[in-house]
């Protein structure tokens, strides 16, 4: 099925560093959503965006909505060692229930 | 807080088995998501229930796989037979409704069953 382009696929930072991600996509998405994963469980929601534009935060997480509805980018700041996991975008159309993934971003953060 | 319940939380099976998962949704959530997950992917969705009903079964490999929500609350996801393939994550979602109109409608999702078929 269809998933989003995400990137980086992975990524290595040292701790208090800050990082961003960030998700595309060739057609247009009334909502966008950023989930966090961790080894054998499931995806846990960090932000959900609902306008063109939006910038919303979630302690140290920032996501915005892009303004042409084809982008989403993720910034955590000052990041931890339990940041470690891997994000995942996923974007909803109008009118409909379904969740399009990305293939997530894997985090890793050096002490 | 509220969490979606699924268990096994681990399945071991041979090929050409039956295997069953088991979820338990939010309570109060009308619609529930079976989710498919390979390794190294995003979920992709199995099929949708909206109280008991399927909503959509569209990706459902509809000849081995079977899903049921028959009192509109709990669900149970059958493969039968299994097959190398089927080896991923199995993970349940629900949110408070899935009618098309409220795009806003949230998803939350359980911790998954992790299926290894030998």
């Known amino acids: 099925g269809q998933q989003l382009n995400q990137s980086p696929q992975s990524m290595f930072i040292q701790e208090g560093e800050d990082v961003s991600m960030n998700c595309t996509s060739s057609s247009i998405f009334n909502t966008w959503l950023w989930y966090k994963q961790d080894p054998g469980e499931g995806p846990v929601l960090l932000i959900a965006?609902?306008?063109?534009?939006e910038l919303t935060s979630n302690g140290r997480l920032t996501a915005q909505f892009g303004i042409t509805r084809k982008d989403s980018f993720l910034n955590i700041s000052a990041s931890i060692p339990s940041d470690v996991g891997i994000y995942f975008c996923a974007g909803q159309r109008a009118g409909s229930y379904q969740l399009t993934f990305g293939k997530g971003t894997k985090l890793s953060v050096i002490p | 807080e509220a969490e979606v319940a699924q268990s096994p939380r681990y399945k071991i099976t041979e090929k050409s088995q039956a295997v069953a998962f088991w979820c338990d949704p939010i309570s109060g959530h009308a619609t529930l998501y079976w989710y498919r997950q390979i390794l190294g992917q995003g979920p992709e969705l199995l099929v949708q229930f909206q109280d008991e009903s399927v909503v959509d079964d569209s990706q459902l490999p509809k000849d081995r796989f079977s899903a049921e929500r028959l009192k509109g609350v709990d669900s149970t996801l059958k493969i039968q037979p299994a097959e190398l393939g089927d080896s991923a994550m199995y993970l349940c979602a629900s949110s408070e409704t899935g009618t098309s109109a409220l795009s806003t409608d949230t998803q939350y999702f359980g911790p998954g069953t992790r299926l290894t078929v030998l």
């Open positions: 965006l609902y306008k063109a534009g």
